[in-house]
T-cell receptor
Framework: NAGVTQTPKFRILKIGQSMTLQCTQDMNHNYMYWYRQDPGMGLKLIYYSVGAGITDKGEVPNGYNVSRSTTEDFPLRLELAAPSQTSVYFC??????????????FGEGSRLTVL | GENVEQHPSTLSVQEGDSAVIKCTYSDSASNYFPWYKQELGKGPQLIIDIRSNVGEKKDQRIAVTLNKTAKHFSLHITETQPEDSAVYFCAASKGGSYIPTFGRGTSLIVHP
């Protein structure tokens, strides 16, 4: 199993450009999440999904969009990039079911710089 | 919503010393408390977790304690080693809606 795979690992954007961060998992997890990590600020939830076709906003959703058309994929779209979106982005997945393990499995992150 | 406070933000210890990281949470309905370790350039990885029906849990050199009355939980690392150097995050969540809220992280530095 590859686990959670994010692409790209690094990207530089100009203000106003758009891009999509890709995330795929091969563990058949139903929950998927997008977090951003800023220095000293911990992990802030952007969007999450509890299954294919279902998404919901987290703590800091403004400027982002997501979709979940399949169990495996959960792309994060940035529209009209702004310097405030400079951050490291982490995708994660977990299995919520009878076992209720609760563990999140994270990708290795995507470092985005907006200039 | 849930609010998780984590202290200290930086912790520097000598190899072999113990390290303690403390977290408090605000929502008394929270019942699952994981700890994640993030090494440089990597995503966080679960190292230990505890549920609200348990007061303490150990796994070799690491242990977690939970005080539900005071709404705080702590990570204890004994006999620290240089490879324990990393950022540690605590989190809290409640059953039915498994969306964890993370603390701000603690940068642990273990000096050889």
């Amino acid at each position: 199993n590859a686990g959670v795979t994010q692409t790209p690992k690094f990207r530089i954007l100009k203000i106003g450009q758009s891009m999509t961060l890709q995330c795929t998992q091969d563990m058949n997890h139903n929950y998927m999440y997008w977090y951003r990590q800023d220095p000293g600020m911990g992990l802030k939830l952007i969007y999450y999904s509890v299954g294919a076709g279902i998404t919901d906003k987290g703590e800091v959703p403004n400027g982002y969009n997501v979709s979940r058309s399949t169990t495996e994929d959960f792309p994060l779209r940035l529209e009209l990039a702004a310097p405030s979106q400079t951050s490291v982005y982490f995708c994660a997945s977990s299995y919520m079911g009878l076992a209720l393990t609760g563990e999140l499995f994270f990708g290795e992150g995507s470092r985005l710089t907006v200039l | 919503g849930e609010n998780v406070e984590q202290h200290p933000s930086t912790l520097s210890v000598q190899e072999g010393d113990s390290a303690v990281i403390k977290c408090t949470y605000s929502d008394s309905a929270s019942n699952y408390f994981p700890w994640y370790k993030q090494e440089l350039g990597k995503g966080p990885q679960l190292i230990i977790d505890i549920r609200s029906n348990v007061g303490e849990k150990k796994d070799q050199r690491i242990a977690v304690t939970l005080n539900k009355t005071a709404k705080h939980f702590s990570l204890h690392i004994t006999e620290t080693q240089p490879e324990d150097s990393a950022v540690y995050f605590c989190a809290a969540s409640k059953g039915g809606s498994y969306i964890p809220t993370f603390g701000r992280g603690t940068s642990l530095i273990v000096h050889p």
